[in-house]
């Protein structure tokens, strides 16, 4: 296992939720931390958060635009592990009544963003270094009706790994696999509805409770120090798979 001082790590959805989570965990483990994320606001309001003492800089980039992420890697330049967690809320109504354009918005920002972030990545990254991607519980227990398209490319991305790992290597690519995680984006998906759900998934999964982004984080950092692993998906849910 690796250590992480000095070591450079660009978390995209490094403002908020999960991202936010694992900039922390890595600072206080002696990295340098990049966030980006859409919003200079929500970047500027992280950084502060975040503390660091000036060893977080955020980035103002649209993952749906391969400018923004071309410019994002020439403005951090080499580094040594990526992170990528961002999302936007999935399609969340039947496939016969599915708003094409959404699909295609939401397939945009997180499949092809990824598949951009690795062309890019690759250009700057350290010898010696990881890219992981963010998938999620909903390819393994997907929401019905209205879980197909976000079923299908969560599910995308243990394969794109596997063929990466391949491709870049010795560049290592993983995968963590979420379940549900206390974030901001509950929010925006079920405003106050959110603690029933919480309440009754917590009940019903072997760890008892929903996580927090802290639960999840390690296994990032996990991903970045251990140079043996490569084209994995690590499922972190809370035993939510088996029930």
Known sequence: MTNLTGKKIIVVGGSSGIGFGVAAAALENGAEVVIVGRSADKLKAAEKRLGGAGRV???????????????????????????????????????????MDFVRQFVDGKLIGAVMLAKHAARKLNEGGSMIFTSGINKDRPPVPGGSVVAAVAGSFTYFARALALELAPTRVNIVSPGWVDTEM????????????????????????????????????????????????????????LV
């Open 57 to 99: 800089t955020g980035i103002s980039a649209n993952m749906a635009s391969e400018t923004d992420v071309a410019r994002l890697f020439e403005q951090a330049g080499a580094f040594d592990h990526l992170v990528a967690t961002a999302g936007t809320p999935p399609p969340n109504y039947p496939v016969g009544e599915a708003d």
């Open 186 to 241: 509950w929010d925006e998906i079920v405003g106050a509805a959110k603690t029933g759900y919480f309440g009754e998934m917590g009940a019903r999964i072997p760890a008892g409770r929903i996580a927090t982004p802290a639960d999840i984080a390690p296994a990032y950092l996990y991903l970045m120090q251990n140079e043996f692993m490569t084209g994995e998906t690590v499922h972190i849910d809370g035993g939510q798979r």
